[in-house]
């Protein structure tokens, strides 16, 4: 705890708010709206200890999801792990750093923008992360710099086989007219039990272009919590995609705000629920000034005894003219006993705006089944083939060919354990 | 620009029709609410004590009870204290023959255009007109009773047939099912009752015309229409208050229940007092309406045309419990100046084969704003579930607002439910198109607005289309900018 006594004035302060926040709202119960279908009474009633230093497991578990020519950022229980951290092919224009040391060397950016991007008032569990508020990492582009190399945080969680709870954070800022690929893993020991609460705080300057992609394969046994929010300057472009096959409950907030004329987010996501997992997405999108456009698809892939929810708002500000907005959810259903709550809402207070969702839950197409099956395709193959399909227009997103192969066969993998649950 | 919003201050002047006050001599119960009211209420209609005990019973449980506030509107508290709950037109003696009514009530509703006299019966509807909360004539009763159909008001049917309405009241909306509805359940003063037997087709509309006349009266009217097997009725309901500058509340209760292979139509056109051009003033429209598919094969249809009220709060749904039964809802909501609504439905599917059918299409000009609010859920067993949502909003002037929050729960991996929303407003180029062929504007976005609604008109019978398109054309009157 030396560390947190070392904290500028204005890290312990932004602690001590988030931390009486928290104090008086508690953990979110079911009869708050925003987490009717998701009962995060475990969490709480587990009070995990926040674990401090590493694990055993922590460098293999980093090893087994590198991404190849990309820059790798290591955090291990919401520290940064300078050590397994892989920074030499450090592009001009990036300046990387551990959050603590950053605070405290007056980087740039660092001040104005962390823990400052969300809102601690909506989030109760970005507020607890941020009453931690001690390390991570930063990653600051500067004005006009094109980074071709992608940059790869891999965020570990685990305590030896002891429950533990980690609050790990990121802070991008991207300034006017940069370009980056971002991508965040999320790992830990197979079955651990542990509570990760991370927020990532994205700043997209004027003209700036980001990829941001989230890859969660946490343990099955572990608690999941993450919020991503993205603030958007004029005609900057932001696109997050996710994907999530792990965790015992997960939970995503995303949430991009179109702060300046002419600025343009997607937000796509895959999760594939089975077992007795639960998959919450809660996805916000803020058309706060005009001539933005948002493109939005999710899709859910639920099994076994899982339980998915999904609410998708989407706000257009009072003369938030010309404003389009797209949202798609689908959901596919393979088993009887499992549970869709989807929720998309459109809230619109300008009316030259051009806004569309639409949800649609169903099953796999017998047809096509039979179909493939006609040609010599087992049943399994045969389904597999069509959800990874399903899954396809998510995939085509990723624009790190590494990252994708990764995921995609992460992807199977996960698929083969959702029949090993059904069978 | 600038004519348009001329034309927008001109049009918004228009002041509402039906704002005019009946002098009638009325029986008022000093205002407050407390189990000696509920007694009174109860008294005063000389009620069977097992009424009396469920009333009191839903006031218990209102007491416990808070009001809720997660809908998207917003208005002042509202002092359930300083609300008279029974107000009632003097006269008392029965009547007989449209001749006995009070004229000055007569008199009102020729002004509303109702069609209660004689000459107009033959227009094959037969009205139970609620005057604030007493029923005060039901036509057309004697032709019904020789089909063996019950059409009276709440009160007669609990003095005539107490067997029917004791299986039947609270048991598709408990008295405990919602703050509002269990007010209505401990205060309620009138209302309708419908039966129709086993295999009868009822041969005519069937309708009842609320007003709302005494000030600081709330009206809690209890609506029950239960269809009995292979029955089919279609009921229209239509709504009116005098202008008022204080807000008046409306929380009324309807049940519907459809046995094997019946059909009920409920169709209602609400043109409440919306409060004047700055939000002041208006009703409360907080009603509670829900229908049973208990048998199979049967199907229910709302449809609902919904232009007055400041604010309007409500959700018709469908249990579809019976297996291949069929709910359907259609729903056109329109808010100008400061209205609000917050509006949808839920369709509840428990029984096999289930299909669902929600249109619903929001108009919102001036500073209204309108939401869509919808759920639907297909249950375990409920195999081979279909539903088809459909939300669209139209909006007018940039300072209004609409708003979808659809719900869809979904536990059943053969169900295939489809949800989808547009907004859009009047297009400039739709316009002109009109204009260059020499239609004037006004009359270019009526038909661009009837368009759009088209798939909910066609829904309505035949009169009610056409003054739900004439309402919708005075509500909406030079709203274009």
Known sequence: ?423 | MSTATKQIEELANTEYKYGFVTDTEQDIIPVGLNEDVVRLISSKKREPEWLLEWRLKAFRAWLKMEEPHWQNVKYGPIDYQGTSYYAAPKEKKKLNSLDEVDPEIRATFDKLGIPIEEQKLLSNVAVDAVFDSVSVATTFRSKLAELGIIFCSFSEAVKDHPELVKQYVGSVVPHTDNYFAALNSAVFSDGSFVYIPKGVKCPMELSTYFRINAQNTGQFERTLIIADEGASVSYLEGCTAPKRDEHQLHAAVVELIAHTGATIKYSTVQNWYPGDKQGKGGIYNFVTKRGICKGDRSKITWTQVETGSSVTWKYPSCILQGNDSIGEFYSVAVTNNFQQADTGTKMIHLGKNTRSTIVSKGISAGRGQNTYRGAVRIGKNASNARNYSQCDSLLIGDRCGAHTFPYLEIKNTTAKVEHEASTSKIGEDQIFYCESRGIAKEDAINMIVSGFCKEVFRELPMEFAVEAQKLLGISLEGSVG
């Open chain 1, 1 to 423: 705890m030396e560390t947190l006594v070392q904290a500028p004035a204005w890290v312990r302060e932004r602690r001590e708010a988030a931390a009486k926040r928290f104090a008086d709202v508690g953990f979110p119960n079911t009869r708050q709206e925003d987490w009717r279908f998701t009962n995060v009474a475990p969490i709480a009633d587990a009070k995990f200890p926040l674990a401090s230093g590493s694990f055993a497991q922590a460098s293999s578990l980093i090893f087994s999801v590198a991404v190849p020519g990309s820059l790798r950022l290591a955090i291990v229980n919401g520290q940064f792990a300078a050590g397994l951290s892989d920074l030499s092919a450090m592009p001009k224009g990036v300046r990387i750093a551990g959050i603590r040391d950053g605070a405290r060397d007056g980087s740039d950016g660092l001040e104005q923008h962390l823990a400052k991007v969300f809102n601690i008032e909506t989030h109760p569990f970005a507020a607890l992360n941020a009453s931690h508020l001690d390390d991570g990492v930063a990653i600051v582009i500067a004005s006009g710099a094109v980074v071709e190399t992608p940059i790869h945080i891999v965020i570990v969680t685990g305590g030896d086989g002891k429950p533990v709870a980690a609050h790990p954070r990121v802070l991008v800022v991207a300034g006017a007219n940069s370009q980056v690929r971002i991508a965040q893993t999320f790992v830990g020991v197979k079955d651990d039990v542990y509570f990760n609460n991370a927020v990532a705080e994205v700043v997209v300057g004027e003209g700036a272009i980001v990829d941001y992609y989230t890859d969660q394969r946490e343990s099955e046994q572990a608690f999941h919590i993450a919020n991503i929010q993205a603030h958007v300057a004029a005609k900057g472009v932001f696109a997050s995609h996710a994907f999530s096959t792990g965790a015992k409950i997960q939970r995503h907030d995303i949430g991009i705000a179109l702060n300046g004329e002419g600025a343009d987010c997607t937000m796509n996501g895959v999760y594939l629920a089975d077992g007795e997992r639960l998959m919450d997405t809660h996805t916000s999108l803020d058309h706060a000034m005009p001539h933005c456009t948002s493109h939005e698809i999710y899709k859910g892939i639920l099994a076994g005894k899982a339980k998915a929810v999904f609410n998708g708002r989407i706000i257009v500000r009072i003369d938030a003219q010309k404003t389009d907005a797209k949202q798609t959810n689908r959901a596919l259903l393979l088993s009887d006993d499992a549970t869709i709550n989807s929720n998309p809402q459109l809230e619109i207070f300008a009316d030259d705006v051009k806004c569309t969702h639409g949800a649609a839950v169903g099953q796999l197409d017998e047809e096509a089944m039979f179909y493939l099956q006609a040609r010599g395709l087992t049943r399994i193959e045969a389904r597999d083939m069509l959800l990874h399909a399903f899954a396809g227009e998510v995939l085509d997103g990723l624009k790190i060919p590494e990252l994708r192969e990764q995921i995609e066969k992460n992807f199977f993998t996960a698929l083969a354990r959702d029949i090993a649950v059904t069978a």
